[in-house]
Structure formats: C-alpha cells, structure tokens
C-alpha cells in the first residue's frame, strides 16, 4: 500500500498546507529594500496576536522555539535572581537550565511526568522563598502531552506579582492559550509546531510588565541577538529590523495564522474533539495513556505495546506505509509513541489514514488493532 502523501505525525515538525509551502517558495523580495516585507511582518504579527488573544506587541524572531525561550530568559533574568522554575517534563527542566546558565537561581517546582502542575503546588515554594519576581512553565509538555492548567496559575502569580513566561510552543493554535486574559506576561511559540508552518521561526509577546523589567535591569545584558531590547529599540519603536529578515519564512507563517484564522476559534474545537476521538480508539484498544488527566488537544502519548521494538516498528511504518510518528525524548524514549495531531494534520482524514496505517503495522507485529474503526465510531459518538 502506498499513500500519495507522506503522513508526517511527528508533534512537530508538522506536515504542512500545500498553500504554505507556495508561500515560501514564491515570495522572492528583499526584505531590507522592498516596503511590502514590513507589511507582511507587520500582519503576520497581528496574526499571532489574535491567536494568543494578546494586544501586546508580537515579535517574530529568526530561529525555531528554542531561541524564543533562551531569548526571553536571557533578556528578563538577571544574576543570583531566584526564578520558579514549573517542571513535569522535560521541556520545564530545560527552562530551569536556562534560567542557570544565565545566571540565575532555579526554584524547581517537580511533579510526577504523568500530572499536571496546579496552584496548590506553588503555595508551600512561594510561601518558602519571598521576593520572587518571575516564573517559567510550558503549557504543553510535547514530550508527554500533558497541558498544564495556566489559566489558573498564571492568574495566581499575577496576583502576586510575579511575571509568568510561557512556553507556548506546542499548544498556540491548537489549544486555548488567551494570554492577555491569562494573565501571561511572556508568551512564547514556534512556526513548526500547531500552526503547521516550516521550523525556523519563533514567535513571543511581552507585557507592558516584562518590558518594564527588561529596562530596569541593574545590569544591562550585554549580548545582541538573544537581546529583546534589541528589538524595542529597532522595530518596536522604529519599525526598523536590527537584521536582515528571513521573508520567504515570514510569508510562509503569514498564511498559516491566515488559514487557522478562518476557521477561528472552530479550529480549537476541532483539535479538542479529534484529540478525544483519538484518545478514545487508543484506550479502546487497549492502550494505555501516558498523562493521567490533562490531555493536551495537539499531542498524544501513549504507552509502546508490550514486545514490540520502538526502532524497528517506526521504521517500518515510515518504509512501508509513509507514516511518521514520534518516539519520545529523555528517559521517555523507547517507552512511549506520540502522535501529533495538531495544525493541518487535526483532519480526520489524515487521522484516519494514520491509524489504518498504524493497524496494519501493528498486525505485523502481531498485535491487534482496530485503531481507524475505533476512531471513526468515537467522531459518530461526539456528533450524536
Ligand atoms: C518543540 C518545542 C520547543 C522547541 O524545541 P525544538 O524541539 O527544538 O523544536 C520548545 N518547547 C516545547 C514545549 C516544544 O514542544
């Protein structure tokens, strides 16, 4: 059996829109020269504002989600700053890194992989440690799927003052986010991930607040391209780039905010119902989730069948059937599968195409199931 199309359903990178790719490919002007680049940075800015339901500012920085993050740490940390560090996975103890090599002092606040962190984790920490001004935390934990409840959090450490920065990377168009009305200062996503662009781009917005403590720094940070400051002093306030910027990228982000806000805010939904019909056929089937609540509406993680070699069954459906699936990372790896059904892979077709992709794999394995079918009941089951 062979499929026109590569299914990849790694959670990120993502397959992409056909329209998105003619996007980068055909966008061919000099972004220092020609006026039409700062409009199409300016709206797609405006883009990604709607779909973090933020007012704040939107900068598109040149380099995938790991530049957002460390930019943002880099700009807002200052040394021997204690910073709570909110980590159940491996995407949170990054955060805590950065915050070290930076200079500052990481607070971790640790929880069993398979639970979200909740308000009631951080009273005893704060209660311990006074005078904290900033917090790290990832929204959706892509390693393992599970979404950590910042609608809540974030408000609790306004009210405290202390200034939130989100890892957004994996959940901004594919999960609720609605930063400003969160309370989330720094929110931050990648081009790769559920808006379904090309890796290279990273994406963030600060509030008035985070600004603010990027200025009054007692020691200014001294680098330039991690810098924000950078940023408010070029663009932000002269519409001007400190550096020439990657347009057939920006374009290709453009239209991919274009297409999930045409569909705005029905395409959360989408994700939300996919997500539980793919949940349900995999517990169906006896399988076994990896978060225990939780569930993030992009990634799913579940448990790899007793038996059955990681390596040599996702090579064989990626050889035979085109499928791509993600391993997992860290002391995950080798224990769990994730399927990224996030941007334009939150298509029940391709879902379907997956996982009869994924039963036919499986029963060559000599393991049974009747993944695509489940699916499909579960859908008919939602719209009853
Ligand atoms: C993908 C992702 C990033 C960016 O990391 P890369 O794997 O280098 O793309 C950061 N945080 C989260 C939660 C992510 O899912």
New binding site residues.
């Given amino acids: 059996m062979h499929y026109q199309e590569d299914l990849i359903f790694t ?3 993502t397959a992409t829109d056909p329209r998105v790719q003619e996007a980068m490919a055909g966008c061919r002007l000099n972004p220092d020269f020609d006026s039409r680049f700062t409009e199409i940075y300016s709206e797609t800015a405006a883009k990604l504002g709607r779909i973090m339901g933020t007012q704040n500012p939107v900068l598109i920085l040149a380099g ?3 530049l957002g ?1 460390e930019a943002s740490i880099a700009s807002l940390v200052e040394p021997g700053e204690k910073v709570l560090c909110l980590a159940n996975g491996l ?1 949170g103890k ?1 955060l805590a890194d950065f915050v070290q090599s930076y200079g500052g002092k990481p607070i971790l606040v640790e929880k069993d992989w398979r639970k979200p962190i909740t308000v009631d984790d951080l009273d005893e920490i704060l209660g311990q440690n006074p005078g904290i001004n900033l917090a790290t935390m ?6 393992t799927g599970i979404l950590n409840p910042l609608e809540e959090i974030c408000p609790y450490l306004s009210e405290k003052g202390i200034i939130s920065i989100v ?1 957004a ?2 959940s901004i168009g594919g999960d609720r986010v609605n930063a400003d009305q969160n309370k989330m200062d720094v929110i931050l996503g ?1 081009s ?2 559920a808006l379904s662009a090309p ?1 290279g781009l990273s994406f963030l917005s600060l509030s008035p607040r985070a600004w603010e403590k990027i200025e009054k720094r007692k020691e200014p940070f001294r680098g330039f391209y991690l810098n924000l400051k950078v940023w408010q002093d070029t663009w932000l306030k002269k519409g001007t780039f400190p550096y020439t910027q990657p347009a057939p990228d920006i374009a290709a982000l453009g239209v991919a905010c274009e297409i999930a806000l045409e569909n705005w805010p029905w395409v959360l939904e989408n994700h939300e119902q996919l997500a539980a019909a793919v949940r349900g056929s995999l517990l169906t089937n006896g399988l076994e989730l990896y978060p225990l609540s939780n569930f993030a509406s992009t990634v799913s993680a579940f448990f790899i069948p007793g038996g059955i070699s990681d390596n040599s069954f996702r090579q064989h459906l990626w050889e035979q059937y085109r499928v791509q699936i993600g391993g997992s990372l860290g002391p995950l790896d080798g224990l769990i599968w994730r399927l990224g059904h996030m941007g334009y892979n939150s298509d029940s077709g391709r879902i379907f195409r997956t996982l009869t992709a994924l039963d036919r794999a499986f029963s060559e394995f000599k393991f049974n199931t009747n993944l695509a079918v489940s699916f499909a009941q579960q859908l008919k089951e939602q719209n009853k």
Avoid: I, R, S
């Fill in positions: 959670p990120g990178p995938e989600g790991m993050l995407f990054g990832v929204h959706c934990e892509t390693p890892d990377v994996a990648g790769q991930k890796p």
